[in-house]
């Protein structure tokens, strides 16, 4: 029972290897393609589709407890694996997540407040929707990430377009909302049913990609951060969630708060906690899967993530990818690099994020930039 298993070998799957190596347990990544970020650096790695049963057979001849860093494994996969071991998250859980509809509908019926929207799966049902959500954003109810499968549109006629360019599947029309803020709320809850609550972190995008996510700078209301960890708390409690789970907030200008999707895993807005506090949310997965006691998740300073996409590496205008230079990084204080080993640096391709820690909120605002002008980051902070 000391090796644990990870569905998927990008930088969620990698990190999760290190916390858990950390903790002495071993690693099986299950990833259809090799040489990935998670399988090189985990013990044994099975190259196997997530449908596949012979991958799944495989990956249970290793191990008693399994789970996953993206919402899209097939939930039949899950359910099939959860039949004879300890799993993170559930079957049940990812058919509500990686489904928009499903997955606002849910959040909905906990009374916790979602943007107004309209089911779309047909163009009939974009011309009868209501005229007051327009301008809106058209999501693709499925394998949305980093804002792909989004389209902004101000009519009917923009939408209908959007709708076919993505080939008219399922979709929710959301009303644009004037957002203040986006904060995330962290959690890990264990099998024992304890609760551990991140603090909130108060994130920025670029192009719809995590750009910054600063923690203890900025005073967010008390009335309104508690809100939040309680909407939180109520979703996991109703989908009767184990394992670490983030829930993306919106803080609209009049200070309502809108819960904007739910990761059932470590998510990016959660990568500060990897020096910002004693455990990070990978080490808080290892532990649920490990059926051990939750850690400390206390802010320990201030702390800054800046994500570090590909485009680093073409800051300079040309066609090649150059590596940034990581030691004028380096050399400023506080700064912690992770980068994710992929193999090639494209444009818009998460490679890597920096944490900046700093007690003192000025100084850590002040190297931060630093960082985000030594990597052209255009970070909003
Ligand atoms: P992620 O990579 O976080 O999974 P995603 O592709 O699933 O992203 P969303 O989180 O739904 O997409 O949206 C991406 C970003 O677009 C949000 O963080 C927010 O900045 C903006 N956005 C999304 N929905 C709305 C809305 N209804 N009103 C205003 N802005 C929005
Ligand atoms: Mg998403
Ligand atoms: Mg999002």
């Avoid at 719809?208 to 951060?225: N, Q, R, W, Y």
């Avoid at 998740?297 to 702390?303: G, S």
Wanted: hydrophobic letters at 45%.
């Amino acid at each position: 029972g000391h090796t644990l298993g990870m569905m998927g070998g990008g930088q969620l799957g990698r990190m999760f290897c290190h916390a858990a190596q950390s903790l002495g347990y071993k690693v099986v990544v299950l990833e259809p393609t090799e040489e990935s970020p998670a399988g090189r650096v985990a013990e044994y790695e099975v190259v196997s589709a997530y449908d596949d049963m012979k991958g799944l057979d495989t990956l249970l001849s290793y191990t008693q407890a399994v789970t996953t860093e993206f919402e899209n494994v097939p939930a039949a996969s899950l359910k099939y694996l959860s039949s004879q071991i300890r799993i993170s998250p559930s079957a049940a859980v990812v058919a509500v997540v990686q489904d928009r509809i499903a997955e606002k509908t849910f959040i909905a019926s906990q009374g916790i407040p979602v943007a107004p929207y309209a089911e779309i799966r047909t163009i009939e049902d974009l011309e009868k929707a209501d005229n007051t959500l327009f301008p809106a954003i058209l999501k693709a109810a499925r394998l949305g990430y980093d804002g792909k499968g989004q389209a902004r549109v101000k009519s009917v006629a923009e939408a209908v377009e959007a709708f076919k360019s993505f080939g008219e599947v399922p979709c929710v029309l959301e009303a644009m909302l004037p957002l203040k803020k986006e904060v995330s709320v962290v959690m890990a809850r264990g099998f024992d049913g304890k609760i551990a609550l991140f603090p909130i972190g108060v994130n920025t995008h670029i192009n719809g990609i995590l750009s910054s996510s600063v923690v203890g700078v900025e005073e967010i209301d008390p009335t309104i951060e508690k809100a939040a960890q309680e909407a939180a708390i109520k979703i996991a409690l109703g989908l009767n969630y184990f394992g670490v789970m983030c829930v993306e907030f919106f803080i609209l200008e009049d200070n309502r708060l809108v819960a904007n999707e739910i990761a059932p895993r470590p998510h990016n807005s959660g990568h500060y906690t990897m020096n910002a506090c004693l455990s990070s949310q990978f080490e808080q997965q290892v532990r649920v899967l490990a059926g051990m006691p939750l850690g400390s998740t206390d802010l320990l300073a201030p702390t800054i993530m800046l994500n570090i996409l590909g485009d680093s590496w073409f800051a300079h205008g040309g066609e090649q990818a150059i590596e940034p230079d990581w030691a004028s990084v380096l050399a400023l204080p506080g700064v912690n690099l992770h980068l994710y080993g992929k193999a090639e640096a494209r444009k818009g391709r998460k490679m890597g994020h920096i944490n900046i820690v700093n007690k003192d909120p000025q100084q850590l605002i002040y190297y931060a930039r630093q960082v985000s002008d030594i990597l052209h980051l255009n970070a909003k902070i």
